[in-house]
């Protein structure tokens, strides 16, 4: 087989060209075809080394796929001091993303040049990593150990310019990368430019005051995480120790980051958030529509924050209310947005002029008439999204999506009232819209190939990552959520207070407790989903008899100033209320509950294991395609911590013999109506099989 690395000589510049789609990664076939290029480089006539990739970038980084194997020589740390160690000048032409191994390689390099449209960065905090090959020793080096610090516990890549004004990007290269790289390092050699080592240069250290401040504000920012601070360390290490020696620190910390559940757990997202995207029974040559205007009914806060999606990613967007006031009102919201936007620094107003430009308004149907994609925000009342599917039925083009943002209304039903079922399909966006990533897309019964298609490939160009669900009440999330939350009131009525729940989940990871979420998301969009639904099938009604008795009091969470908590009108700041507890111990009384203590480890069980153990039921039903998209769902809509890895990887990580166990106690326990372990789990269990491997197991077939 031939190496994913060339090596030839122009003139007199060696040039080692990687080529390993579809990214470059570091595998060990392109470290060591870098190893030997560098080798070969040594004894010809070349006076200096270019290294660049073809493809779409500039070497990604080290090749995941390859964590948890044996690591195999040329090992990357080595292979960076050997290009720094070269007796030739070493430039980097960078060119894409050039990221984690990808940028240590190049900070390896004597010096480097990019595009402008290049993005250079250190992500391995986001697999719960740490720059294993230099990263935390020479980014300081070059940059000062504060820009270091920001760039690393962040791991979010800078483009090119900013990388030049830090000092990590030496040239940018206008035009042609290749000739222009090539141009640059005969100016190098002319000028008889030294082989500059990063490692020998000094560190431009922080105090230890400020470092104490910056490792205190990480903690709070990346609650629980393992990495970050150990990154901290790293800096440390750079700022305090000799080059070698601080390299060792790095490997040392970077070896403990490899194997702790964090990274495994953060590795199986990144590979099922990439996983998702794909839906095993499509056609691969499936023909998608075309979607360039879309209209949007209803201008709410999410109708709003959905038609921003679409503007925001160069479409037109036509968005309609039933009245101007209501219109306005929303248009209104979408500006407010936008100058957030502005003042946050996540846009410039030129940007955000022509996005919010290229969305209208219109309080008549006909105006959709051409629209390709039409997504239905409305609030959630079946009678009347199957009104508007039917209005829409009669005014829109043949060929355009017809979507509903319905987050847990039966779109078979509302399909059911067009004459176009096949063109009928879910597209559940989480609020705020324009910011939450996830996308859950609902298939319905009739949906067809390409309008499922067209829209898993739209979601990733509005910036979402799309989650396919089969359609049932609530579909992955919003059902799974029902039993978490069950399990969160029925603790609060069995015992535990509202701030002891959610100081439980946050302290186990979670962003947001449940109480606290239920007064974010309002109690009464609960209350009147309940309402809605027949009395037998609301569940146990001890679970909702506190938060049902607070809404008919008026304390809706947040948006009244009071639900399960009290908040402060001014930083919205949540305290316990004595009349809440009041409220649940008179409520426990009717419903002759003795209350006891509960300890966190049994709430965090109960309630992580609710949700694990109706995702195995999501999976036996075939609405949700594999384990990693629930994970993924649940990471992204709704605050589970990234590094426990979702839900259904965390059931695996405990052990399904042990999830089981505890499931079945709480059968005893509480009863079967909420507890009864799903068949698959028991399965699993029986077969000695782990959710990953019987995931494998499907794949294969
Ligand atoms: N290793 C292996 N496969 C990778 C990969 C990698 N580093 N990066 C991407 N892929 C695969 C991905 O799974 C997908 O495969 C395909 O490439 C396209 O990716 C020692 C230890 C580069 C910004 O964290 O952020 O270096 O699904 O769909 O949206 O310090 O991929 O097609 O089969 O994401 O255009 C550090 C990870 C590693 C960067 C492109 N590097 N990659 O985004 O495409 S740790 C990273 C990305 C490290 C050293 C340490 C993105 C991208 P498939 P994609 P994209």
């Not at 059968?667 to 028991?682: C, D, V, Y």
Request: aromatic content about 6%; some cysteine.
């Amino acid at each position: 087989m031939s190496s994913p690395v060339s090596y030839e000589l122009v003139d007199d510049i060696g040039v080692v060209t990687i080529d390993n789609p579809p990214v470059n990664a570091l595998s060990q076939a392109v470290r060591q075809g870098i190893h030997d290029a560098i080798q070969v480089a040594r004894s010809d006539a070349s006076k200096a080394i270019l290294i660049l990739c073809e493809g779409r970038t500039f070497i990604a980084g080290a090749d995941i796929r390859e964590f948890g194997q044996r690591p195999q020589e040329p090992y990357l740390p080595d292979l960076c001091t050997e290009i720094e160690n070269s007796t030739k000048l070493v430039v980097a032409a960078m060119h894409g993303t050039a990221l984690g191994g990808g940028f240590e390689v190049a900070l390896g390099c004597h010096y480097r040049c990019a595009l402008p449209t290049a993005r250079v960065g250190l992500p391995e905090v986001k697999l719960g990593l740490l720059p294993g090959a230099g990263g935390t020793q020479r980014t300081p080096r070059l940059a000062g150990a504060m820009a270091a610090l920001d760039l690393i516990t962040s791991g979010n890549p800078v483009d090119a310019g900013r990388a030049a004004s830090l000092g990590l990007v030496d040239h940018l290269v206008e035009g042609d990368l290749r000739e222009g790289a090539l141009d640059w390092c005969r100016e190098l050699v002319a000028k008889g430019a030294s082989r500059r080592k990063t490692s020998e240069l000094h560190v431009e250290t922080i105090s230890d005051g400020v470092l104490a401040d910056y490792r205190a504000k990480l903690a709070k920012r990346a609650r629980g995480q393992v990495a970050p601070q150990k990154i901290i360390e790293c800096i440390e290490a750079a700022m305090m120790l000799p080059f070698p020696d601080g390299m060792a620190a790095e490997r040392e910390k970077f070896m403990e980051c490899m194997q702790s559940p964090q990274s495994a757990a953060m590795r199986h997202l990144f590979f099922a958030e990439r996983e998702a995207t794909k839906v095993s029974d499509l056609p691969a040559d499936t023909v998608l529509r075309n979607v360039d205007k879309v209209g949007v009914i209803g201008a709410g806060t999410m109708g709003g924050g959905i038609a921003m999606n679409f503007a925001n990613a160069g479409m037109q967007v036509t968005l309609l209310e039933v009245s101007d006031e209501a219109l306005s009102n929303g248009l209104q919201t979408i500006d407010h947005n936008y100058m957030g936007g502005i003042k946050r620094g996540k846009l410039t107003e030129a940007e955000a002029l022509e996005r919010r430009g290229r969305i209208t308004g219109t309080t008549n149907y006909a105006t959709l008439a051409d629209a390709d994609l039409v997504v239905e925000a409305v609030f959630e009342s079946l009678d009347l999204k199957q009104d508007i599917f039917a209005e829409l039925d009669s005014v829109c083009k043949q060929g355009a999506i017809l979507a509903t943002n319905t987050s847990y209304q039966d779109v078979d039903r509302i399909a059911a009232v067009t004459r176009r079922p096949k063109d009928v399909i879910g597209l559940h966006f989480f609020s705020p819209a324009h910011i939450m990533k996830l996308l859950e897309v609902v298939r319905a019964e009739k949906t067809a190939d390409d309008v499922l298609a067209t829209c898993m490939g739209l979601a990733k160009k509005i910036g979402k990552t799309p989650v396919v669900s089969g359609v049932c009440y609530g579909f992955i999330g919003n059902r799974m959520l029902g039993h978490y939350g069950r399990e969160a009131q029925l603790c609060v009525i069995e015992g535990a207070a509202p701030e002891a729940v959610d100081t439980a989940m946050e302290q186990w990871g979670m962003a947001m407790g449940p109480l606290a979420v239920f007064d974010l998301a309002g109690l009464d969009v609960g209350y009147k989903a309940r309402q809605g639904l027949p009395e037998d099938k609301r569940g146990d009604p001890r679970a909702f008899r506190v938060a049902d008795a607070l809404v008919e009091m008026g304390r809706c969470g947040q948006k009244t100033g009071a639900g399960f908590y009290r908040y402060d009108p001014e930083t919205r700041q949540r305290s316990s209320d004595p009349d809440v507890q009041q409220l649940i111990a008179s409520a426990a009384d009717d419903l002759d509950i003795e209350r006891r203590e509960i300890d966190s480890s049994e709430i965090v069980d109960r309630l992580i294991f609710a949700l694990a153990n109706e995702g195995m039921n999501i999976l036996a039903e075939g609405i949700a395609q594999r384990p990693g998209d629930i994970d993924v769902v649940y990471v992204y809509g709704y605050g589970f911590p990234a590094f426990r890895g979702g839900p259904m990887h965390y059931a695996d990580a405990v052990g399904l013999d042990d999830v089981l166990q505890r499931v079945q106690e709480f059968q005893q326990r509480f009863g079967s109506e909420n507890w009864t372990p799903a068949p698959l789990l028991e399965q699993l269990v029986a077969d000695k099989m782990t959710l990953s491997e019987w995931a494998k197991s499907r794949r294969s077939k």
